[in-house]
């Protein structure tokens, strides 16, 4: 049985009250603090909510300094994970890493192609240097333009059974990753709040993901 947990809805709003209320309707979601504008004292209100909440602020419209405080006061207020980039520079990750240690925070490291879906060899090469810098869940996300390559994604869960992987493709022959890898193994699937409202290439709503869910018989909480 798929349970509430195993959607987590990607919240990209700018505003405190908007991200409030997506929050409203959802117990599981990624805060993009990239891409909202709140300050430090609602980003402590938001993360300490008891909701099950994952921190990510991508490069971007803040500076490095701005997106480890972000991360960190977001760690601080009760994420339950937080999201860094395989590629971010060592000291970044390991003070987010140690932050996240400390209050009890899963530490998602993550990898993401744009243009992509990249050699079996090459993704499990990815996936071992994720593992090695601690990640407590990896995150890969290649793009996909041919079944073939949507295929090749979800190939990484047989040979990590034993590894917390998330591993879809973006694009439109990427869009049945975004289901079938919660079958396969990984421990969520990200969605967006509504079929407006996508934060990446063929990222549907959790409204479509769970029912397809139901559609294939898998009853979602």
């Given at each position: 049985m798929i349970d509430k947990n195993s959607v987590c809805v990607s919240i990209g709003?700018?505003?405190y009250s908007g991200v409030l209320a997506v929050l409203e309707k959802v117990s599981f979601a990624e805060i993009r603090l990239d891409i909202s504008r709140i300050t430090g004292a609602e980003?402590?209100?938001?993360f300490s909510s008891g909701k099950r909440l994952v921190a990510t602020c991508r490069e971007g419209f803040y500076d490095r300094h701005e997106r480890m405080e972000r991360l960190v006061e977001a760690?601080?207020?009760g994420a339950a994970f937080v999201d860094v980039e395989t590629e971010s520079d060592e000291d970044f990750r390991n003070t987010v890493a140690e932050q996240a240690a400390i209050n009890g925070c899963k530490l998602i490291v993550?990898?993401?192609n744009f243009e992509e879906t990249p050699p079996l060899p090459e993704m499990c090469s990815i996936v071992e240097t994720c593992k090695r810098q601690g990640a407590d869940i990896v995150k890969?996300?290649?793009?996909?333009?041919s079944k073939s390559d949507a295929a090749r994604a979800l190939s990484l869960y047989d040979k990590y059974r034993d590894t917390n992987l998330v591993a879809f493709a973006m694009g439109e022959?990427?869009?049945i990753?975004?289901?079938?890898?919660?079958?396969?193994g990984a421990p969520y699937t990200y969605a967006a709040a509504s079929d407006d409202k996508p934060l990446a290439s063929g990222q549907i709503s959790v409204e479509k993901i769970k029912n397809v869910m139901d559609n294939l018989k898998l009853k979602v909480k």
């Amino acid at each position: 049985m798929i349970d509430k947990n195993s959607v987590c809805v990607s919240i990209g709003e700018q505003s405190y009250s908007g991200v409030l209320a997506v929050l409203e309707k959802v117990s599981f979601a990624e805060i993009r603090l990239d891409i909202s504008r709140i300050t430090g004292a609602e980003i402590r209100s938001v993360f300490s909510s008891g909701k099950r909440l994952v921190a990510t602020c991508r490069e971007g419209f803040y500076d490095r300094h701005e997106r480890m405080e972000r991360l960190v006061e977001a760690i601080r207020a009760g994420a339950a994970f937080v999201d860094v980039e395989t590629e971010s520079d060592e000291d970044f990750r390991n003070t987010v890493a140690e932050q996240a240690a400390i209050n009890g925070c899963k530490l998602i490291v993550s990898y993401h192609n744009f243009e992509e879906t990249p050699p079996l060899p090459e993704m499990c090469s990815i996936v071992e240097t994720c593992k090695r810098q601690g990640a407590d869940i990896v995150k890969l996300v290649t793009t996909a333009k041919s079944k073939s390559d949507a295929a090749r994604a979800l190939s990484l869960y047989d040979k990590y059974r034993d590894t917390n992987l998330v591993a879809f493709a973006m694009g439109e022959a990427g869009l049945i990753t975004r289901v079938a890898c919660v079958f396969l193994g990984a421990p969520y699937t990200y969605a967006a709040a509504s079929d407006d409202k996508p934060l990446a290439s063929g990222q549907i709503s959790v409204e479509k993901i769970k029912n397809v869910m139901d559609n294939l018989k898998l009853k979602v909480k």
